[in-house]
């Protein structure tokens, strides 16, 4: 069955620093998704992309998360200046159709030290 | 505000039933999602309602009744392996792609 990958699947970084996390969504996918979540706490969401562009985000994606698709496989989550508080596992989903079933990947763990 | 209210534990015996409840209140209704999420790892699909009544699929079924803002995930034949938490989302709108999370309910099956 076609899976979405994500790498690495851990990420230890400082704070301030900046982190990449990637995403190969399932190929005939159409639309893109992060979600995160903190150790013990709910899934939530935090952008959705269609198109080439973000359709809707959370107000957790502040001027600090950017997203982009910089070729035909690739969902990158960029975090410009981390936060101990950016701690979490990062989802990425697709889906093949607006609204459908979402696909998530394994996750990036990402610890802010 | 948008609400998604699960049982945060619940335990139950291999090769028994066990229903998971949610409750939801949001600001619209577009479909009702529940997931599985072993520890550690991705949330993988298991159900879709977005009409009232029951989806049976295998071992597992889940039940919407719109007008009460309710639904319930049904597990027969428990199995060992059936540890895990269940996630129940929801889509607030049509023209949104985001789904809301409930905290997950942790089940533990024992022998």
């Known amino acids: 069955e076609p899976e979405v990958t994500q790498t690495p699947s851990h990420q230890v970084t400082q704070m301030g620093q900046e982190v990449i996390l990637r995403c190969v969504p399932i190929?005939?996918?159409?639309?893109f998704y992060w979600y995160r979540q903190i150790l013990g706490q709910k899934v939530e969401f935090l952008v959705s992309?269609?198109?080439?562009?973000?359709?809707?985000k959370s107000e957790i994606f502040d001027d600090q998360f950017s997203v982009e698709r910089p070729d035909g496989s690739n969902f990158t989550l960029k975090i410009r200046s981390t936060k101990l508080e950016d701690s979490a596992m990062y989802f990425c989903?697709?889906?093949?159709?607006?609204?459908?079933?979402?696909?998530f990947g394994s996750g990036t763990q990402l610890s802010v030290l | 505000g948008q609400n998604i209210d699960q049982p945060t534990e619940m335990t139950a015996t291999e090769g028994a039933i066990v229903q998971i409840n949610c409750t939801y209140q949001?600001?619209?209704?577009?479909?009702l999602f529940w997931y599985q999420q072993h520890a550690g790892e991705a949330p993988t699909f298991l159900s879709y309602?977005?009409?009232?009544g029951l989806e049976e699929k295998g071992r597992f079924s889940s039940f919407l009744s719109r007008s009460k803002g309710y639904s319930y995930l049904l597990l027969k034949e428990l199995q060992m392996k059936d540890s895990a938490s269940y996630l129940c989302?929801?889509?607030?709108?049509?023209?949104?792609?985001?789904?809301?999370f409930g905290t997950g309910t942790r089940l533990q099956v024992f022998p």
């Open positions: 989903a697709s889906s093949e159709t607006q609204g459908g079933k979402l696909f």
């Open positions: 190929s005939n996918h159409l639309y």
């Open positions: 992309f269609y198109n080439n562009e973000i359709s809707e």
């Open positions: 949001t600001s619209g209704f577009n479909g």
């Open positions: 309602n977005v009409l009232d």
């Open positions: 989302a929801v889509r607030d709108r049509g023209n949104t792609d985001k789904l809301i």
